[in-house]
């Protein structure tokens, strides 16, 4: 059974910066897409950023191109969300995604239990 645990989560200044991350346990990590999705409240859920399983291709959502940055560690079995000039519409639920296959977007497999980003102005 695929776990996928995110820490990282906190209230940042607008401008400031937080770096989210997600450990993946129950199968070959090294093998399958990661993503990083997030849920404000009042709004669905959507994608952040995706990343392949080597590393070599990555997705960002137009909202935060140039400010975040996905990356992984295989032999860690993690991987991370670096998130850089914060914007109060970053503030969300952000969670920690598995596919099972080689695609960036659509629809994911295995999800983390969520944590909370606070962006204040």
């Known amino acids: 059974q695929v776990q996928l645990v995110e820490s990282g989560g906190g209230l940042v200044q607008a401008g400031g910066s937080l770096r989210l991350s997600c450990a993946a346990s129950g199968r070959a990590f090294s093998r399958w897409t990661m993503g990083w999705f997030r849920q404000a409240p009042g709004k669905e859920r959507e994608i952040v950023a995706a990343?392949?399983?080597?590393?070599?291709?990555?997705y960002y959502a137009d909202s935060v191109k140039g400010r975040f940055t996905i990356s992984r560690d295989n032999p860690k079995n993690t991987v991370y969300l670096q998130m850089n000039s914060m914007k109060p519409e970053d503030t969300a639920v952000y969670y920690c995604?598995?596919?099972?296959?080689?695609?960036?977007?659509?629809?994911?497999?295995?999800w983390g239990q969520g944590t909370q980003v606070t962006v204040s102005s």
């Open positions: 990343i392949s399983w080597s590393g070599g291709n990555t």
């Open positions: 995604a598995q596919r099972s296959d080689y695609m960036l977007v659509g629809s994911y497999d295995y």
